[in-house]
């Protein structure tokens, strides 16, 4: 049997990491949490495995934790959900450990507090400034900026979409099987330069969510 892929979670223990890792859990993945602080890591690890328990039908999850360097070090694929103002100096305390490795970068280039209005980053888009910061050899992808994380974990079913973006061909279907284990549909978007739209909508998203009160998402249509 292959040995299952690890997902490492940087910034685990936030709104959006420990939505995905509950769903991931819940699906069998083996997630790993990440944090700067081990005992926040271990308090979401162990919410996580009460929660992902639940209809596993006695499988225990796999759901373990540790420190951010660690985690990259460890793990096959690494997620990073940490705030706009924290991914330059994040991944490049990772950058050492990840080398050869898929990464999925969620940053949305928010700057508070005027979250509503569309910022551009100088480099075009918050994904193409991950691939600066950690190098050619290293198989970035962005994904999941308009998923609401309470939406993520309510565990509840989810009626959205995810667009997923990224230059590195051969990788695309592990990240869209990913987006598929969280319970979405995962659609790919074109190279990381497109990463801005998906950002940039964002905080159209938020704006919307503000007058109607709720929490949108996206839904391409007009499949068939
Ligand atoms: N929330 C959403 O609905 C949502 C949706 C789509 C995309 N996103 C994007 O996902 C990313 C994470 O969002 P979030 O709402 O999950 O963020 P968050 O909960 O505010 O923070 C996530 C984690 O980042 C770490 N962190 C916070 N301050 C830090 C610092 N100064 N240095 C290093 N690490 C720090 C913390 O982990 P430790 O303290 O455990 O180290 C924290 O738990 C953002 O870029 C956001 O734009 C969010």
């Known amino acids: 049997m292959n040995t299952p ?31 700067r602080r081990i005992e926040s890591a271990q308090a979401t690890c162990e919410s996580i495995v009460a929660g992902a328990i639940e209809g596993r039908d006695n499988e225990a999850p796999r759901v373990s934790y540790g420190l951010n360097v660690d985690v990259a070090r460890d793990a096959d694929v690494i997620v990073v959900t940490v705030p706009f103002d924290q991914q330059e100096k994040t991944l490049a305390s990772i950058r050492e450990f990840v080398q050869g490795k898929i990464v999925i970068d969620t940053t ?50 989810l009626d959205c979409d995810v667009l997923v973006f990224g230059d590195d061909k051969d990788d695309r279907p592990v990240v869209i099987s990913l987006v598929e284990d969280a319970g979405m549909r995962g659609f790919y978007g074109g190279g990381l330069r497109n990463s801005i739209a998906a950002e940039a909508l964002t905080s159209v998203l938020i704006t919307i969510n503000r007058q109607l009160k709720c929490q949108t998402g996206i839904r391409l249509v007009g499949m068939h």
Do not use: M
């Open 5 to 35: 892929l690890k997902i490492g979670i940087i910034g685990g223990t936030g709104a959006l990491g420990s939505g995905l890792a509950a769903r991931w859990a819940k699906a069998g993945r083996y997630v790993v949490i990440g944090s």
């Open 108 to 157: 949305v280039p928010l700057l508070p507090p005027k979250v509503g209005t569309v910022n551009v980053p100088e480099s075009g888009a918050a994904a193409v400034s991950a691939k600066c910061i950690l190098g050619e050899d290293v198989k970035v992808f962005s994904a999941f900026h308009n998923v609401a994380a309470d939406k993520l974990q309510s565990l509840e079913e």
